[in-house]
């Protein structure tokens, strides 16, 4: 009797382990289906996972928030190029600068959604912005990953800026656009320097 006893209680826990090396077989797709739980936003490229989490929280807490560049502009008399700055001119430069924000950042929000993988600097003007133009070019691509890793690089990059960054998908006519401008924009990981915020041009 407690030999059969023995036996059945070995059978049940042979079932059980059956039981349990069968579930750890579902790929992690399938029981997070199961579960109801969305996959995280990563996409596979083929050369690194892209990670596409929204700029936005990081971005805004390394940039200055609108009172300090209120305070900022109150005591300024002219831009970085002498031109005497108005009430008006202070106030146009810095809506601008809140809607840039919200511009660059929305580019890349859109663009997660479409899978974008790589960018380019333009210019909202008819020509490059005269104080991002030291640090970089027109067409100059950078990837979805160094966006990732360095929020930084999203413009607006001073007071005035113009510059902006537009989705590459493949077909843009980039006539601006060199081998060398091709080039990674970042040199072993790190990002180039950018313009200080404070530098202020005034718009048109």
Known sequence: ?????????????????????????????????????????????GIYSIIRKSPREDLLAIRPQETEIRKYLAFLNEDYTGHLLSAADKQKVAEKWRQSMEENIGVVEQGDSEDVEFYYYDSLGDSPCPVCASCLKQGQFISRQEIFKNPSIIPPFHLGCTTRITPYRGRENLRETTLQSMAPFFSKSTPPPVPEWTTTIKLK
């Open 1 to 45: 009797m407690e030999a059969a006893f023995i036996s059945f209680v070995l059978v049940i826990v042979l079932v059980l382990i059956a039981i349990r090396l069968i579930s750890a077989r579902h790929t992690p797709d399938e029981a997070n289906q199961a579960a109801g739980i969305k996959e995280p936003l990563i996409h596979a490229s």
